[in-house]
T-cell receptor, first 114, second 111 residues
Framework: NAGVTQTPKFQVLKTGQSMTLQCAQD?????MSWYRQDPGMGLRLIHY???????DQGEVPNGYNVSRSTTEDFPLRLLSAAPSQTSVYFC?????????????FGNGTRLTVT | GEDVEQSLFLSVREGDSSVINCTYT??????LYWYKQEPGAGLQLLTY?????DMKQDQRLTVLLNKKDKHLSLRIADTQTGDSAIYFC???????????FGAGTRLFVKA
């Protein structure tokens, strides 16, 4: 059981480049989300999805796009990378929108924008 | 808006108890969680408490919730060097939906 898989693990971009961070889960989870982790700021929610075909913005959505064409996949796109997007990105999913169902995290993608 | 606050560092000696504190602002939160993050890895759930509970014990872990003061704490008994990690407090209305995290407390355990 792979859980939540994120690729790549590391990425270096130049300012203005675009890229897609991949996230896949094999647990048939309904809810998927993207967070960024910055020192002293914890995890901040970028975008989330409550099911295939449904996405919404979190706390810090600017500069990022998402789509959810299948239950399993939830890619995060950086449209034009900026140094302020240097961060560690985590994808997380949960079985349900109700109850104690916790988040399951991938191992993260460390992104550096120069 | 919602906010979760916790101190950034805690240092304890091996064998002592660790207490990590957290305050939150959203009184409608239904579930409060503690997650652990080890170096180079994602977060893993340690334990959670439902908002109508005061205390939950799970082996070496004790969670205390003071809903009036919106204060949550995690006590780790007999702290070991393997407990060195970052501990995140988090709140949610249900499931993982829009879970809000604190900044994380880095626990150092001295041998």
């Amino acid at each position: 059981n792979a859980g939540v898989t994120q690729t790549p693990k590391f990425q270096v971009l130049k300012t203005g480049q675009s890229m897609t961070l991949q996230c896949a889960q094999d647990m048939n989870h309904e809810y998927m989300s993207w967070y960024r982790q910055d020192p002293g700021m914890g995890l901040r929610l970028i975008h989330y999805s409550v099911g295939a075909g449904i996405t919404d913005q979190g706390e810090v959505p600017n500069g990022y796009n998402v789509s959810r064409s299948t239950t399993e996949d939830f890619p995060l796109r950086l449209l034009s990378a900026a140094p302020s997007q240097t961060s560690v990105y985590f994808c997380a999913s949960s079985y349900s929108l109700q109850g104690e169902s916790p988040l399951h995290f991938g191992n993260g993608t460390r992104l550096t924008v120069t | 808006g919602e906010d979760v606050e916790q101190s950034l560092f805690l240092s304890v000696r091996e064998g002592d108890s660790s207490v990590i504190n957290c305050t939150y602002t959203d009184s409608s939160s239904t579930y409060l969680y503690w997650y652990k993050q080890e170096p180079g890895a994602g977060l893993q759930l340690l334990t959670y408490i439902f908002s109508n509970m005061d205390m939950k014990q799970d082996q070496r872990l004790t969670v205390l919730l003071n809903k009036k003061d919106k204060h949550l704490s995690l006590r780790i008994a007999d702290t070991q060097t393997g407990d060195s990690a970052i501990y995140f407090c988090a709140e949610s209305m249900g499931g993982g939906f829009k879970t809000i995290f604190g900044a994380g407390t880095r626990l150092f355990v001295k041998a």
